[in-house]
């Protein structure tokens, strides 16, 4: 554990208005130890887990944490602000925040320290400790172990109920629950809530056994355990894994923050339902599919809300697609770049290849990258299928794919496919089944009759209409021009530019390269609005923090620099440290600037074989010069927004009277509305 925290790393007056300046504070920290390699990078890994789920506590505790391979050790760093800091917690702003950092392959030894540290801010002596702390010396020995909180009184060693009076006490079997915990990073939550349900069961009197599916390992129940237990919880974020175990019991299905914040009432509701009789319908099928993530306020996966589910299953299958979509395309725009774009038509290059021929080295990395390509959809289709039933919806997901490319039905059919895939094997999945049945339901019967049933139905219902659609929606691309252009460009622009990485971009990004499919002059100058647009955000980002330095951090300059190389090269997630800083200023103004290269890029009429590249595929952009003027002229757009409104900020009186202070206010400036 010496390993994990020092002095160095420990700040007593965090000064910190938001949890992203205490993340950056609390990180910069951990750059100085040499213990984070890149901040900006760090800083993004967290800002996408704090995405996932508010990480505040009740009790004051805000508790950032995320793998990331900016991380070259466990760290961990401890702030204390007096004002508090919004964490997203229901009874408001945190005065404890501690920053965990596991590099991506870290070891299980340092994780079980991580995990121990976890269930210790579930004792309120080791908080009030924390607050009580005088220097950084000795509240990191505290939160080494090495100086404890408190000797526990006679009686009340870790785990030993001190209640007067319970129903083992009294000659009567206490009620006995299992429970299971898991959060998407197995770092923190998992163990905090298994920690609080222990707890809230020692002062109810009800014996609770918990079982963490995180990253500190994963040791089941015993069976005999199970057999015995009256109820089952689950607080979960991702999926609980063997399920079955469980079948025949109560069940208490919630996310993880509900495991911590409210473990009394999750008990009482345990009790309910086995008062009642009431016994969760888990089946041998549920071993092969995903429960889902749970949704940020702890109600369970199960009552995530529609269109939310719908975009994590369409966001699945795209994130699967991105990597052939990259390969496919870069490979097929060398080989533009080296024969020309008539070595499409070449030869198979099995029959026909010269070694020192450069256009038989072009047709080879074409045929390779029509080869990837052609995946492309039946991909799409088959992990949208696998994001809502999981492996056995497979099968019929890639058949379904496979099919929507025979009837020329595209990447509508794909999507379409790909959701009839997962709704037809989710179905199944839900039909009682013989015990002898189950064994080989999800790898014969369930792949089986769902690749039946999706092949039907793509085949002679809705192939055919799919099919008409993707034509109509092809032959409209295709003859876009002047306005209609021009408002389709200032949309793919937006997209592109508000989330950065995000669902929207993700969206707008999908909707490009399932054009690069069946390439047509209208698709090709989507992808070049799409690609043009997102370079836009760091390349403002980088000539703001070149021609302003001053109303931007030193941090946030040296993340300039890095934005020049990350916007060239079509990385947009290169100015999410700006956006999460500093989210009411940034994010409107690269918005403008995306939407304003998308018009004038189709405007322009440029066009775009390759999906990804940046500058560095300018070769096989049609209309280069006109494109790289659109880009310019979205990055000046955006750059004069934010530094006007970061401009008018920084000369806003200072409320607090703080203005004068410094004489540099370099590391003063706001980061946050």
């Known amino acids: 554990m010496s390993e994990l925290i020092t002095a160095e790393l420990v700040d007593l007056d965090l000064s910190a208005a938001t949890k992203d300046a205490a993340a950056r504070s609390l990180a910069e920290r951990m750059v100085a130890a040499h213990r984070v390699t890149d901040l900006d990078g760090f800083l993004a890994d967290v800002a996408a887990r704090e995405a996932q789920m508010p990480t505040g506590l009740d009790g004051g505790i805000g508790i950032p944490h995320?793998?990331?391979?900016?991380?070259?050790?466990?760290?961990?760093?401890?702030?204390r602000s007096a004002a508090g800091i919004d964490f997203g917690a229901a009874d408001g702003p945190a005065d404890l925040v501690f920053l965990i950092a596991a590099p991506a392959g870290a070891d299980d030894d340092h994780l079980t320290i991580l995990s121990g540290l976890a269930r210790r801010l579930m004792d309120p002596e080791f908080t009030a400790a924390l607050r009580a702390g005088r220097d950084p010396a000795s509240v990191a020995a505290l939160i080494r172990g090495e100086a404890p909180a408190e000797e526990p009184a006679p009686g009340e060693e870790a785990g030993e109920d001190t209640e007067p009076e319970t129903a083992e006490a009294a000659g009567s079997a206490p009620f006995r629950i299992v429970a299971v915990t898991s959060c998407p990073t197995g770092i923190a939550h998992t163990y905090m809530a298994a920690e609080s349900l222990a707890?809230?069961?020692?002062?109810?009197?009800?014996?609770?056994?918990?079982?963490?599916?995180?990253s500190g390992g994963f040791k089941k129940l015993d069976p005999a355990v199970i057999a015995a237990a009256d109820a089952v919880i689950w607080a979960h974020d991702v999926e609980v894994r063997e399920r079955t175990r469980f079948r025949g019991k109560p069940l208490v299905d919630v996310g993880v923050k509900a495991g911590i914040n409210r473990p009394a009432e999750l008990i009482a509701e345990a009790r309910r339902k086995a008062e009642r009789g009431e016994i969760a319908a888990v089946s041998e099928a549920d071993d092969d599919k995903g429960s889902g993530d749970g949704d940020a306020d702890g109600s369970g996966a199960d009552h995530t809300h529609f269109g939310v589910r719908l975009r994590t299953y369409l966001m699945s299958g795209v994130s699967y697609m991105v990597p052939f979509v990259a390969a496919g395309g870069l490979l097929?725009?060398?080989?533009?770049?080296?024969?020309?774009?008539?070595?499409a038509s070449a030869k198979?290059?099995?029959?026909?290849?010269?070694?020192?021929?450069?256009?038989?080295?072009?047709a080879l990395l074409n045929q390779i990258g029509s080869a990837a390509f052609a995946f492309l959809v039946p991909v799409l289709a088959g992990y949208i299928a696998y994001g809502m039933a999981d492996r056995p919806a497979l099968v019929p997901g890639f058949v379904g794919g496979s099919i929507a490319l025979t009837v020329n039905a595209g990447f509508l059919?794909?999507?379409?496919?790909?959701?009839?895939?997962?709704?037809?094997?989710?179905?199944?999945?839900?039909?009682?089944?013989?015990?002898?049945?189950?064994?080989?339901?999800?790898?014969?019967?369930?792949?089986?009759?769902?690749s039946a049933v999706v092949?039907?139905?793509m085949f002679i219902v809705v192939g055919k209409p799919i099919?008409?659609?993707?034509?109509?929606?092809?032959?409209?691309?295709?003859?876009?021009?002047?306005?209609?252009?021009?408002?389709?460009?200032?949309v793919l622009g937006l997209m592109m530019c508000f989330d950065m990485g995000g669902p929207l971009n993700k969206v707008a990004y999908a909707f490009a390269v399932g054009g690069l499919a069946d390439p047509t002059d209208g698709s090709l100058k989507v992808m070049a609005a799409v690609m043009a647009a997102g370079m836009v955000p760091p390349l403002a980002m980088a000539l703001a923090t070149t021609v302003r330095k001053k109303l931007f951090t030193k941090t946030e300059r040296e993340n300039g620099r890095a934005a020049w190389v990350l916007g060239a090269s079509f990385i947009t997630e290169g100015a999410i440290p700006f956006a999460a800083a500093d989210p009411l200023r940034v994010i409107p103004s690269v918005m403008a600037g995306g939407a304003v290269t998308g018009a004038l890029s189709m405007a322009f009429g440029a066009t775009l074989r390759a999906p990804h590249g940046g500058v560095f595929v300018v070769p096989l952009i049609g209309e280069p010069f006109l494109y790289l003027l659109a880009i310019a002229a979205g990055t000046l757009v955006a750059t004069a927004l934010v530094v006007l409104l970061k401009g008018a900020r920084r000369a806003a009186p200072d409320p607090a009277g703080a203005a004068g202070a410094s004489g540099s206010g370099d590391s003063r400036v706001p980061v946050a509305a």
Do not use: K
């Open 66 to 79: 995320c793998r990331s391979e900016h991380v070259n050790a466990p760290t961990l760093a401890f702030g």
């Open 348 to 362: 198979s290059v099995a029959d026909h290849f010269v070694w020192g021929e450069a256009d038989s080295w072009a």
């Open 467 to 490: 099919a008409s659609l993707q034509n109509a929606l092809t032959d409209w691309l295709s003859g876009l021009s002047g306005s209609n252009a021009v408002i389709l460009g200032v």
């Open 199 to 214: 707890a809230a069961g020692r002062a109810e009197g009800v014996e609770v056994t918990v079982e963490t599916q995180g």
């Open 455 to 457: 092949g039907f139905l």
């Open 413 to 450: 059919g794909g999507l379409v496919a790909g959701l009839l895939a997962g709704a037809v094997v989710m179905a199944i999945q839900r039909v009682p089944v013989h015990a002898t049945l189950r064994g080989i339901m999800p790898v014969l019967v369930i792949p089986l009759i769902a």
């Open 332 to 343: 097929i725009a060398l080989s533009f770049a080296i024969g020309g774009y008539e070595i």
